[in-house]
Nanobody, 116 residues
Framework: QVPLVESGGGSAQAGGSLRLSCTAS??????LGWWRQVPGLQRELVAH????????SYADSVKGRFTISQDIPKNMLYLQMNNLQPKDTGMYYC???????????WGQGTQVTISS
């Protein structure tokens, strides 16, 4: 499997935008997702997309502000994050599953820091 590699994290002010990118071949991958880890809290699945059909789903905390998308020819996964808030600060991970019951494969993560 092609490894998952995130990019695009960084710092922004509240109300700003960032776009995360991940090299993520859809070959043998059933589901792609973006997770967020805040110290002291459980890792949260903020958005996911089924590679076949493109159906998406979002956590309530990001619904209406974040958009997950895939560029199939380029083997890329994106997370467009708008109207960012300090609560969005955390480590963001690109992840993939080969099947419904499979374990998640993880990227190395990219840090997002939002200041008020």
């Amino acid at each position: 499997q092609v490894p998952l590699v995130e990019s695009g994290g960084g710092s922004a002010q509240a109300g700003g935008s960032l776009r995360l990118s991940c090299t993520a071949s859809r070959a043998n991958r059933y589901l792609l997702g973006w997770w967020r880890q805040v110290p002291g809290l459980q890792r949260e699945l903020v958005a996911h997309i089924y590679t076949s059909g493109g159906t998406t789903s979002y956590a309530d905390s990001v619904k209406g502000r974040f958009t997950i998308s895939q560029d199939i020819p380029k083997n890329m996964l994106y997370l467009q994050m708008n109207n960012l808030q300090p609560k969005d600060t955390g480590m963001y991970y690109c992840a993939a599953k080969q099947g419904l019951a499979a374990a998640w494969d993880w990227g190395q993560g990219t840090q997002v820091t939002i200041s008020s």
